[in-house]
């Protein structure tokens, strides 16, 4: 018989909260958990392995929205060695690739705005004789 952990437990094994837990189940990244005789959530090793590939795609910049929008391929990470993506193995509408490269494009999209940014505050203080710090928008050169 599978072991059964209720939401504490499950959520630090997974390393996260119990409120993160139930966030996830609401949004649908997670199953509705199996409920004890006094109707307490108990969870399964798989969905804290799940939840483990959650905060791992989570950690590395994708988004709740994107992770459910292919939520039904989560568990294909979350099996050990993780199975592709893939759809017979292409890159199509259903795998994360769509997914990723969405993100990729709006992180560019939001280096270059901080690229924009970053070179006007550059010429705001060539034209005001102030120099630009690492944690102040600018302040006074000594001496001028």
Do not use: K, N, W
């Not at 004890?36 to 959650?54: D, F, L, P």
């Not at 939520?71 to 795998?95: I, N, V, Y």
């Amino acid at each position: 018989m599978a072991t059964r952990m209720r939401i504490g437990d499950a959520a630090a094994a997974a390393g996260t909260t119990p409120r993160a837990l139930r966030f996830y189940e609401q949004r649908g990244l997670l199953p509705p958990p199996d409920r004890s005789a006094s109707g307490q959530r108990e969870y399964g090793s798989q969905t804290v392995v799940r939840v483990r590939v959650i905060r791992a795609l989570l950690a590395l910049g994708l988004t709740v929205d994107d992770l459910v929008s292919r939520s039904h391929r989560l568990d294909l990470l979350a099996e050990d060695p993780p199975r592709s993506c893939a759809s017979d193995g292409d890159f199509g509408p259903d795998t994360f690739a769509p997914v990723v490269e969405r993100r990729l494009a709006a992180l560019d999209a939001e280096i270059a705005r901080l690229t924009r940014l970053t070179r006007l505050r550059e010429a705001l203080a060539r034209h005001t004789g102030t120099q630009a710090g690492p944690d102040l928008p600018g302040r006074a050169v000594p001496g001028q």
